[in-house]
C-alpha cells in the first residue's frame, strides 16, 4: 500500500507545481496592472501634487511590496544585476533616512524619504513582475495609453482653450493634467519612442495605423509644450534608438511616415497665434483652437492611412538587399531635407511681424511673449543661479548635504532676489547639495548602470526583442538626460513610470524572463 500511495501522488506533485506557477505569473501580470493603474490615477489627478495626494500612492505601492516579500518565490528569478540596482536605490534611500540626523527641516527630508521609497518599491516590483516576454508588448501598449490620455487632456487645451484654459505660468504651453509642460514633455517623448519601437515590432496593419496616429498626437502636444529640455531628451532617444534598436530601416520609414503629416501640421499652427502667445479674447483663442483641430485631426487620419497602407505593402512585398540600401540611401537624403525643412520653420518663426532678423541664442529670447522664441534660445534661465546656489552649498557640506528635500530653504537663504523655487532643476545635483556624495553616487551610478544593462541588452539581442527592447532603452535614456534639467523626480507619476518602465527593461535585457 505505501508503494501504490508514493506512485499515486508522484504524477500530482508536478500539477501542483504548475498550478502555483501559473498562479504566481497570474498575481505578477495583476501587479504591472496594477502599477499602470497608479500611473493613470497620477496623471489624471493633477500629478499627484501636494502630500495628501502622493501619499496615499506611496503607501500603496510600498503595501504591495511588502506582500510580495510573502509570496514564495516572488523574487526567484531577479537576475544579480537587478539586485545591484536595487542596491543602489537602497543606499539613496538609507543615506536619505540617515540625513533626518542633520536635516535642517525633517519634514520635508521625511516625506523625501517616503518618495525615494516609493520609487524604489516601483522599480523592484516591476522588475520582479515580468515573468514572461509576451507581456513586454502589452506592457509597453499600457505605457502609451497613460502617455496618451496625458497628450489627450493637452489637446483639449488647444483645442478648447476657453473650457481647458493652459495652466502653465506663461498660459500657452501645454501643461496638461502635470501642470508642468517640461514633465508634460518627458511623459510624451517616453511615448514616442516607446511607439514607435512597438509600431515597428507589430504586424496588423490597422494597428499600426492607430500607433502611428497616436505617435502624431504626442509629437504635436509635445511640440506645444515649448520645452526645449524635452527636446534635447527625445532628440539623444531617437538616436539610441536607431543605434541600438532593431529594423532600423523599416523604423526610419515608420518615423518619416508620421513625420511628414507632423511637419504639415506644425506648418499649419504658424498661422494660429493664439498657440503661441496669450490672446486676451475668448473668440480669437476658440477661433484658433478649432482650426487646430480640424488640421490634427487631417493629419491624424492622414499619418494612419500612411502607416496602414505601407504595412499592408510590407508585408506582402519584400524588398531584396540592393532595393534596401537604395532606400536606406533615400532615406538618409529624406531625414537631411526634413531636418533642413523644420530648421527652416523653426528659425522662420524667430522673424518678428516686423521681418527684423531673430536674435538666435540670447538669453533675452526668455523673456518674449511668443514661446516659440525659445527653441533659438541656449539660455538656461534662472536654472544656472539655481545651480550655482546648490553646488555652493554641497561644498559647504559634501559629505551630508542640508538634508533631503532641503533645497528651498538652502535657496531661500542663498537667493539674489526674493524670486521662490523649491527644486535645483538637476535630479543629480540635487542628490549631492541635499543628501551628500553618497546619494549622489548612488543615484548616478544606477542611472549609469541601468544605461549601459539596457543599451548593451539592446545591442546583442535579435529579432523582436531587438526592438522592444531598443524602445525601452531610448525611454529611459530621454528621462535620465531630461532630468539633468528638471525635477520631474517631485512629479510622482512621471517618475512612478520612469521606473516601472526601467524595471521591465533592466529584466528584458538580461532575458530571465520565461517565452510564455
Known sequence: MPVISQIEEAPARPEREHTAGRNLTIFKSLVLAVLLAIMLYGMLDRGLFGTERWLPVAIAILSLLFISLFIVDYFADMPR??????????????????SLAWSISRTETVQELLRSSMYLATFALAAASLSSRRLVGTFIDGLNLVAGVVAGYGVLQK??????????????????????????????????????ARMTQLKNPVVRGIYAALILVLGAVFYLTF????????????????????????????????SGPLVWLVSRTRELGSLFEYEPSESIRAADGASFGIHLAIAAVLAFLLQAIYAALIGRYQPGPAVRRLLGVAAIVVVLAGAGSVGYLLLGEQQGSDGAPAAAFSSLQEKTEDVRYRFTSISFGSRSEYWKVAWDAWKERPLTGTGAGTFVYTWQENRSDFGGVGRVHNVYLEQGTESGVVAFLALVGFAALLALLTGYGAWRAVGERKVLLGGLTAAVIVYLVSSALGWHWYIPPSTIFFFALAGVAAKYALGTERDT
Open 159 to 196: 483645442v478648447r482653450p476657453v473650457e481647458y484654459p493652459s495652466n502653465a505660468p506663461d498660459r500657452v504651453s501645454v501643461g496638461s493634467t502635470l501642470e508642468y509642460a517640461n514633465t508634460v514633455a518627458v511623459v510624451l517623448g517616453m511615448g514616442i519612442v516607446l511607439g514607435l
Open 227 to 258: 520645452s526645449r529640455g524635452g527636446m534635447l531628451a527625445l532628440g539623444v532617444g531617437l538616436v539610441v534608438l536607431f543605434a541600438v534598436g532593431g529594423s532600423r530601416l523599416q523604423m526610419l520609414a515608420n518615423l518619416l511616415l508620421v
Open 81 to 98: 544585476i537587478a539586485w545591484v540596482l536595487v542596491g543602489l536605490l537602497t543606499v539613496l534611500v538609507v543615506v536619505k533616512g540617515l
